[in-house]
């Protein structure tokens, strides 16, 4: 017995190594044994999920007023309270996650995608095309990026009040109306946040291009555009994914704070930002106003962290058998 027992434990370990493995497969087993970034991927989910349902889990409507109402606080009738005009604090912040994860989701679309073709490019290029590409990103990276971003929307802002507007600028304007006033955020946030991701792009590029796979298929007469399709972005791909899950955060936060200053979504678009800036003068008598979109926008914040540092450690090899 003891012999056939031993036949089949070593039957199953040849089969389980016979099965195919795959980079993508292997990240997703490591990254569900990390607990902590589980429960943050979980939460993410959770936010999304809501943020679709929002119309069907809310009482009310975002916008819906019930001035007898003011600062009420907690209880049967508005679960999180009500805010210094009455209305639902809970409908808000749950319409609010659709702006901050809108904001964050497109932000790191774009950083991705343009920061990983703009790296990729000049990467593999090399010579006088990589240098004058990165010298680009070198001088955008001198740019205080913050401050520019305030005076985009400071000038967005006054070209949407300004009446008479026609052509190309009315058209933006209309759209940044029908998507409250978060079209010209994504703009202003897109514009710069892709040149870290070149440069993370570019240097997995430089990296792998040298490798023997690389040459082989030079060698073997494969085109340039199937190297860097078949070859290069499978493998630069990941690490680009890990830094923007990590930037995710940055772009939360960079919303919250254009709409905490009045430079974000336009009232009475429900942003935590907002939330925030209208109820800091009730902080002392009703908490609740500022307490409710602040740890609604730090949870979120973690668990973008917490699902960042996990990515991390799955697609990174270095770090396998470390967390």
């Known amino acids: 017995m003891a012999v056939q027992e031993l036949a089949q434990k070593r039957a199953l370990a040849l089969q389980?190594?016979?099965?195919?493995?795959?980079?993508?497969?292997?990240?997703?087993?490591?990254?569900?044994k990390n607990r902590v970034a589980t429960a943050g991927g979980v939460f993410v989910v959770f936010l999304v999920l809501l943020a679709v349902a929002a119309p069907?889990?809310?009482?009310?409507?975002?916008?819906?007023?019930?001035?007898?109402?003011?600062?009420?606080?907690p209880g049967a009738k508005y679960l999180l309270g009500a805010d210094y005009i009455g209305r639902d604090m809970l409908t808000r912040t749950v319409f609010g996650t659709r702006v901050s994860l809108s904001v964050a989701f497109v932000a790191a679309g774009v950083s991705l995608l343009a920061g990983l073709s703009y790296g990729t490019v000049s990467g593999y290029?090399?010579?006088?095309?990589?240098?004058?590409?990165?010298?680009?990103?070198d001088f955008?990276?001198?740019?205080?990026?913050?401050?520019?971003?305030?005076?985009?929307?400071?000038?967005?802002?006054?070209?949407?009040?300004?009446?008479?507007?026609?052509?190309f600028m009315a058209l933006l304007v209309r759209?940044?109306?029908?998507?409250g006033g978060l079209f010209f955020v994504f703009v202003a946030i897109g514009l710069f946040n892709w040149i870290g991701m070149a440069r993370i792009a570019r240097g997995q590029v430089l990296s792998y291009k040298q490798r023997e796979f690389i040459e082989a298929a030079r060698a073997v007469g494969v085109t340039a555009p199937r190297i860097v399709f078949r070859h290069l972005l499978p493998n630069v791909i990941g690490p680009c994914i890990v830094a923007e899950t990590l930037a995710i955060p940055s772009y939360i936060m960079t919303e919250a704070f254009l709409s905490?200053?009045?430079?974000?979504?336009?009232?009475?678009?429900?942003?935590?930002?907002?939330?925030?800036?209208?109820?800091?003068?009730?902080?002392r008598s009703y908490p609740h106003v500022i307490l409710v979109p602040g740890i609604a926008l730090t949870l979120t914040v973690l668990a973008f962290n917490f699902?960042?540092?996990?990515?991390?450690?799955?697609?990174?090899?270095r770090m396998r058998g470390t967390s």
Do not use: C
């Open 16 to 32: 389980e190594m016979r099965k195919p493995r795959s980079l993508w497969g292997d990240a997703l087993r490591q990254l569900l």
């Open 56 to 73: 069907l889990v809310t009482p009310y409507t975002y916008y819906e007023a019930h001035f007898t109402d003011n600062y009420a606080r």
């Open 125 to 137: 290029a090399g010579g006088w095309v990589d240098n004058l590409m990165m010298r680009i990103v």
């Open 140 to 167: 955008l990276y001198g740019v205080p990026v913050l401050v520019v971003v305030i005076l985009m929307q400071v000038f967005f802002k006054a070209v949407a009040r300004r009446e008479g507007i026609s052509g």
């Open 175 to 179: 759209i940044d109306q029908s998507m």
């Open 260 to 283: 905490y200053i009045g430079l974000g979504a336009n009232p009475p678009t429900p942003s935590w930002g907002i939330m925030v800036s209208e109820g800091f003068k009730g902080l």
């Open 307 to 317: 699902l960042g540092d996990g990515l991390r450690d799955a697609l990174d090899p």
